[in-house]
């Protein structure tokens, strides 16, 4: 199986804009991967809430979890 490189792949098949081989791939490293759905499952959180914002500035829960999935982005990046 190819290993998902990047968390904008993840972001792109949230949005349904992978092709058929990208959404294969991210399905499958889905069902395999407890740590990476428990990531998804964050970005669709924080997608859902950015949705229910109807355009208005994000709540500061929002901006909360954007930087914590950064900062771990950035902590895993460096290890």
């Known amino acids: 199986m190819q ?4 968390p904008e792949l993840l972001i792109k098949h949230l949005y349904n804009e992978t092709n058929a081989a990208e959404a294969g791939i991210v399905d499958a490293a889905l069902a395999a991967d407890a740590t990476l759905q ?7 959180e924080t ?3 950015l949705d229910e ?3 208005q500035a994000p709540g500061s ?3 909360d979890k954007i930087m914590a999935f950064s900062k771990e982005q950035e902590l895993a990046a460096s290890h």
């Open 53 to 55: 914002a109807d355009g």
């Open 38 to 44: 428990q990531e998804y499952a964050e970005l669709q």
């Open 3 to 6: 290993q998902i490189s990047t």
């Open 61 to 63: 829960s929002v901006i």
């Open 47 to 49: 997608k859902y809430a």
